[in-house]
Nanobody, 121 residues
Framework: QRQLVESGGGLVQPGGSLRLSCVAS????????VAWFRQAPGKEREGVACISSSGGSIFYADSVKGRFTISRDNSKNTVYLQMNSLKPEDTAVYSC??????????????WGQGTLVTVPA
C-alpha cells in the first residue's frame, strides 16, 4: 500500500516560515516524483512545486518562486517544502502527490490527506 503523509502545517504570522514534510511509504523504490499542491477556500487546487526522483529537476509556481524550496531526502523517504516569507494568500490546505511516472499534474498515483497552513491577514 503506497501512502503519502503530510505534516508540519500550522498558524504562522506574515513573514514567518514553516517546513512541511511528506513521508512516503510502500513505493519500494526511490524512483517516484513528488509534487506539492494547495487549495484555499473557494479556489481551485493549484500546483506549488515538484521534484524529480533524484532531485535533479525542480519546478515552482510563479507565486512561490524565491520564497519556497522543495527538497528530498530519499534515505528518509521524505520530501520537504520549506516555506519562507509567508503571506496571507498562502493560506491553504497543502497536499503532496506522487507517482513513479508522474508529471507534476493532478494525475498522481497517490495523494496525501493534506495539512493546513494558515497565515492571518
Amino acid at each position: 500500500q503506497r501512502q503519502l503523509v503530510e505534516s508540519g502545517g500550522g498558524l504562522v504570522q506574515p513573514g514567518g516560515s514553516l517546513r512541511l514534510s511528506c513521508v512516503a511509504s510502500g513505493f519500494n523504490s526511490d524512483l517516484y516524483v513528488v509534487a506539492w499542491f494547495r487549495q484555499a477556500p473557494g479556489k481551485e487546487r493549484e500546483g506549488v512545486a515538484c521534484i524529480s526522483s533524484s532531485g535533479g529537476s525542480i519546478f515552482y509556481a510563479d507565486s512561490v518562486k524565491g520564497r519556497f524550496t522543495i527538497s528530498r531526502d530519499n534515505s528518509k523517504n521524505t520530501v520537504y517544502l520549506q516555506m519562507n516569507s509567508l503571506k496571507p494568500e498562502d493560506t491553504a490546505v497543502y497536499s503532496c502527490a506522487g507517482g513513479i511516472h508522474y508529471y507534476c499534474n493532478e494525475h498522481a498515483d497517490v495523494w496525501g490527506q493534506g495539512t493546513l497552513v494558515t497565515v492571518p491577514a
